[in-house]
């Protein structure tokens, strides 16, 4: 699962938090969510943050979203859709066909799942994960229009053997060469499955401050 990521005012994302500044969405946005962009720090679910898609005009170009799908039958906001099954759920089967998105982040967080003698799990240490090597982490999601603005779900996939320890779960990375693929409608998703980024760097997190 995915439902922290940090947000470094890096040379790499500083264009990209300028671009949704800059959108016409941004100014929508002060009145449809009354939710002020997160430019860097820690990103939670429900927050407004910029996310990369393609325009009705088919450009690449960014969008500040929400992030989180409002599911019928579920109180809380859903923040993550399996990519094994996103293409047969109702609630993602549309935005997985035509509606990709790529969120850009530093790194995320996940917490350590812990096993215990009573064949439960208890929260351990939290740590920050990017790909190795990379300069931002490119999080693969879905998006869809609620109320007339844009929301998203970020994807997961089963973990790399290198952080299995710490969850079932990690989000569904790809290289940066292959973010217009992702969110180009006219492509199939389904070819990018294997180029997932699972080779990864870690440490845990104190305070907010890692890697």
């Known amino acids: 699962m995915c439902c922290r990521y940090y947000m470094e005012m890096s040379p790499a994302l500083r264009p990209i938090v300028e671009a949704a500044q800059r959108s016409r969405l941004y100014k929508a946005s002060i009145e449809k ?5 997160i430019t860097e720090g820690e990103v939670f679910p429900d927050s407004l943050v910029p ?4 325009s009705k005009s ?3 170009s960014v969008f500040p979203m929400v992030w989180g799908f409002h599911v019928p ?7 993550n859709a399996r990519v094994e099954t996103a293409a047969e759920k109702a609630s993602f089967r549309d935005s997985w066909a035509a509606h990709r998105c790529v969120i850009p982040a530093s790194w995320y967080y996940e917490w350590e799942h812990v096993p215990t003698p009573s064949g439960k799990s208890k929260t351990g240490d939290k740590y920050a994960i990017m790909p190795k090597g990379g300069e931002l982490t490119w999080l693969c999601g879905l998006y869809r229009l609620e109320n007339n603005f844009p929301h998203f779900v970020i994807l997961t996939r089963e973990p790399g053997d290198s952080i299995a320890f710490i969850h079932d779960r990690m989000p569904f990375i790809l290289p940066e060469s292959k973010v217009d693929f992702w ?6 998703p389904h070819m990018l499955l294997g180029s997932a980024i699972t080779d990864v760097v870690f440490e845990k997190a104190e305070r907010g401050n890692a890697l």
């Not at 969510?33 to 962009?37: E, S």
């Not at 996310?51 to 393609?54: D, L, N, P, Y």
């Not at 039958?73 to 923040?79: E, L």
């Open 73 to 79: 039958g579920i109180s809380r906001t859903v923040a």
């Open 183 to 188: 969110i180009d409608p006219e492509r199939n």
């Open 33 to 37: 969510v009354a939710k002020p962009l």
């Open 51 to 54: 996310v990369i898609a393609t």
């Open 58 to 60: 088919g450009e690449k």
